[in-house]
């Protein structure tokens, strides 16, 4: 219901009225919609192949990514109450155990991890939904003839990279993005 409609179209009483009981069972389960949505969000999380730790922090990072990635295109409506919550119950908290023992293996002190390990999720999870929502997508031609009015002497580069957008690669931009987040986090300790 929630990946159908939205959480605009979400509401206890629709869900309560879907599956046959009263809207009071649903809150007493649950105690509130907001931890229903917490425990949507980390069941959807649930549905996705997690890595488990390696000896390959690098690969660990990919692999966890990649998951967030898939969960945002298989729930795009959902997806941002990833945001909402510092976690979301034991599948996230499986996936930043695999990331802090990454960056734990990166060599980075704890300081470190808990920073970089947030960030790295600040990144991806704002990646997959912006990717999810179309923003990383090549440029259609309404979008080109917008960039086209520009002016040449403020917006330069904007201009000339009108082209690279026109054939904007979405799986070639990911594999960028978290490759040059996995080279900073190495960097540090080099």
Known sequence: MLSRDGEIGFSIRKLAQRIG???MTVLHHFG??????RRIADRALATVELPLTS??????????????????HRHPRLFHLHFRYHTTGPADHASSEVVYRALQSAGLTDAEVAGLGLAFYAFILGY??????????????????????????????????IPAFKGLD??????M?????????????A
């Open 128 to 161: 997959s939904l912006a990717e999810a929502e179309g923003l990383l997508r090549p440029i259609s031609p309404d979008d080109e003839a917008e960039l086209r009015t520009l002016d040449p002497l403020a917006c330069p580069v904007t201009l000339a990279l």
């Open 55 to 72: 000896t390959d922090w690098q690969a660990d990072l990919r692999k966890v990514a990649e998951a967030y990635r898939n969960l945002a």
């Open 21 to 23: 009981v009263d809207p």
């Open 177 to 189: 993005s978290v490759n040059a987040f996995i080279e900073g986090v190495a960097r540090r300790n």
């Open 170 to 175: 979405r799986n070639a931009a990911f594999d």
């Open 32 to 37: 509130s919609k907001d931890e229903l949505l």
